[in-house]
Nanobody, 123 residues
Framework: QVQLVESGGGLVQAGGSLRLSCAAS????????MGWFRQAPGKDRDFVAT????????NYADSVKGRFTISRDNAKNTVYLQMNSLKPEDTAVYYC????????????????WGQGTQVTVSS
């Protein structure tokens, strides 16, 4: 079992930045690929970014490419999502997930999920 706890969400103006963190406990964090997903009200949960177990490989949704950066610190059992140049359409609950194979955007592949953190971007 892996427990995931997200933090760092909040309210920010368009053009601003936020850094989300996801702290993991339980089984070996470094044995899992990690992903970030988001869900806006009334919409499906969408892929945002993923990172390999080593942290050397990443992949992003086209909508966030060039603005968001995923990273991980295996010594701290934590994965991050740095979000810059935020837009109102980035408003959503952001979830981290563990357990996928490297660089997959398929939510069904991930075995463990956090409770989510709200990000609201005002115009």
């Amino acid at each position: 079992q892996v427990q995931l706890v997200e933090s760092g969400g909040g309210l920010v103006q368009a053009g601003g930045s936020l850094r989300l963190s996801c702290a993991a406990s339980g089984r070996a964090f470094s044995s899992y690929a990690m992903g970030w997903f988001r869900q806006a009200p009334g919409k499906d949960r969408d892929f945002v970014a993923t990172i390999t177990r080593s942290g050397l490989g990443t992949n992003y949704a086209d909508s966030v490419k060039g603005r968001f950066t995923i990273s991980r610190d295996n010594a701290k059992n934590t994965v991050y999502l740095q979000m810059n140049s935020l837009k109102p359409e980035d408003t959503a609950v952001y979830y981290c997930a563990a357990g996928g194979v490297a660089l997959t955007a398929d939510a069904k592949v991930y075995s463990y999920w956090g409770q989510g953190t709200q990000v609201t971007v005002s115009s």
